[in-house]
């Protein structure tokens, strides 16, 4: 089992920050890539940025160059620095731990509201 809590969410201005943080505990060792995803009112959740164990990150392209995922092992956190927010990045992000391709867990979801 694995736990998620997330914080950081809120309003924000067009072109300001947000950071965003997950703290995971449980059984840590099993998983095998963080993740944060997002979903707005009337569409999919998509993946936003993901952080592996061992590898490279990977970024939805919309947020490329604006949006950074980062990792603390020592406080078991998963970052997603916001920069350079848009209306569009509007929408509830949730934190996600990655067992495998088929077992993931999730966090109960922080709000992202960016004003224009």
């Known amino acids: 089992q694995v736990q998620l809590v997330e914080s950081g969410g809120g309003l924000v201005q067009a072109g300001g920050s947000l950071r965003l943080s997950c703290v995971a505990s449980?059984?840590?060792?099993?998983?095998?890539?963080m993740g944060w995803y997002r979903q707005a009112p009337g569409k999919q959740r998509e993946l936003v940025a993901a952080i592996p164990r061992e590898g490279s990150t990977v970024y939805e392209d919309s947020v490329k160059g604006r949006f950074t995922i980062s990792r603390d092992d020592a406080k078991n956190t998963v970052y997603l620095q916001m920069n350079n927010l848009k209306p569009e990045d509007t929408a509830v992000y949730y934190c996600n731990a990655a067992l495998n391709l088929i077992r993931s867990y999730w966090g109960q979801g922080t709000q992202v509201t960016v004003s224009s």
């Open positions: 449980g059984s840590l060792s099993s998983i095998n890539a």
